[in-house]
């Protein structure tokens, strides 16, 4: 099978430059082995919201001050202010409705109830301006009975901290009791197939009382709403009497699965291929150039393109691995920007920056890759597994996929 671009990893990146791709008219397939780092997701994207000097509120002022190493560097301050505003409509076109601005970051509600700064949230996840100043009024944070995987008294701490009166209430439905029989079926995904129809309706009424018993301002309640598509979220806060906000919960994330399910629905409505659960094991390589790659389920039926992209995410997904004495990129053998030793991987203070986070495959400025020192001309990476910048410290993770991502589509558009 021969196509335009293949691209290796269906996370964020793969999915962004994808589009991109087949928007352009090119035949583009995407091999994606299995679950992202958007599963986990906090519902919230970050474009550049931390340094040494703490919280960032401006990231495109940060962005340009970074070492030249750097994904951002190497996309150029100029590249990634103009293809910013992209972004949200790329989402939209999705059925992801995205909040939120490149000029001024905001603050998203951890689900230990911190704040931490993002660059666009997701539908009414609850988040604020600034944590000094939060127009929430009393709040109200709902829990549905039985489900463990949101923790309503670190949150109300965490706001009452930030000077919020809060109170915490629970609530049940009928439908749910089947899941509650198991907490391990009480799980966001399950809950969310649940809540849907008429059940919205008796939700919202269970909701309003809440609302009516204890006077509050705003309600909080787990981001268990909405596992397809944003309709029962909208039609929800539509039938809440006041300001319904969604606080992510411990993975997985329902926000992170439906903007994964409405991205490859976009990409395959555009004509793009996508080999869901199947994995790149190898690839043949010839005159610095990658020819084709085969994968485990279609054995030895080559995939062939002219432009490869691996978006393959970092340690998490399997697109770098580590043995105790290397780190290495499992599918080509490509060169790998790592230290040799294994002390200097880590920090043993777990709070402080960790080396291994900038770990990645080496890149030239435009993204290829390189194998034994030399570039390979029609491969080039993106997202997690270039490395280079620490997703976690700098609050940068979805800006550097995303951006990356669609600098390397760009550039394959153009001929470059
Ligand atoms: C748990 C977690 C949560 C995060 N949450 C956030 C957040 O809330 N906000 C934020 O801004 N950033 C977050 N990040 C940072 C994150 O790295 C980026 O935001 C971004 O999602 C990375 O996307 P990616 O597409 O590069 O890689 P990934 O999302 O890791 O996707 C890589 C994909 O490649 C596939 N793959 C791997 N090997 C193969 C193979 N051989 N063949 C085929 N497919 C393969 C994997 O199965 C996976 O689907 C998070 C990171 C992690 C690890």
């Not at 076109?93 to 689900?111: Q, S, V, W």
């Not at 993770?397 to 558009?413: C, Q």
Request: aromatic share 8%; net charge negative; with cysteine.
């Amino acid at each position: 099978m021969k196509y335009d671009t293949i691209i290796i990893g269906g996370g964020i990146s793969g999915l962004v430059s994808g589009i991109k791709l087949a928007k352009s008219g090119s035949k583009v397939a995407i091999v994606s082995a299995g679950q992202s780092a958007l599963h986990f997701s906090s519902g919230s994207m970050a474009l550049f919201g931390h340094d040494a000097g703490g919280d960032i509120l401006h990231p495109l002022e940060a962005i340009a001050e970074l070492p030249a190493t750097h994904p951002y560097s190497k996309i150029g301050p100029d590249a990634v202010k103009r293809m910013l505003p992209e972004v949200k409509p790329l989402f939209a076109e999705a059925g992801i409705t995205l909040n939120g601005t490149e000029e001024k970051n905001h603050f998203r509600l951890t689900p230990v109830g911190a704040f931490k700064p993002a660059w666009l949230s997701m539908l009414d996840y609850a988040t604020v301006d600034s944590p000094d100043n939060i127009p929430w009024g009393k709040v109200a944070i709902v829990n549905l009975k039985g489900y463990l995987d949101f923790y309503p008294d670190f949150i109300a701490r965490g706001l009452n901290a930030c000077g919020l009166d809060c109170v915490t209430r629970e609530f049940t439905h009928v439908e749910l009791e089947v899941l509650r029989k198991s907490s391990t079926e009480m799980r966001a995904t399950n809950i969310a197939r649940v809540i849907t129809g008429r059940v919205l309706d008796d939700f919202a009424r269970d909701i309003n009382r809440i609302i009516d018993d204890t006077q509050a301002d705003t309600v909080l309640m787990p981001a268990v709403v909405g596992l397809f598509d944003e309709e029962p979220v909208k039609r929800l806060s539509g039938l809440v009497k006041r300001p319904l906000r969604y606080v992510s919960t411990m993975p997985m994330s329902l926000g992170g699965m439906r903007a994964q399910m409405r991205l490859r629905n976009h990409f395959q409505k555009l004509g793009g291929t996508y080999l869901i659960g199947d994995s790149v094991s190898y690839g043949v390589m010839e005159d610095n150039r990658l020819k084709s790659v085969y994968t485990v389920n279609l054995d030895d039926m080559p995939l062939e393109a002219d432009n490869f992209i691996l978006a393959t995410g970092s340690f998490f997904s399997h697109g770098l691995k580590a043995t105790p004495d290397t780190i290495y990129e499992p599918i080509f053998g490509l060169d790998v920007n790592a230290s040799h030793s294994r002390p200097d991987w880590y920090d043993t203070d777990m709070y402080n920056a960790q080396n291994y986070m900038k770990f990645g495959v080496v890149t030239d400025e435009d993204f290829h890759v390189f194998k034994e020192q030399s570039p390979i001309l029609n491969f080039r990476a993106i997202g997690a597994v270039v490395g280079a910048h620490d997703a976690l410290k700098e609050e940068s993770g979805a800006g550097v996929s995303i951006l990356s991502a669609l600098k390397v589509a760009n550039d394959i558009i153009n001929g470059k």
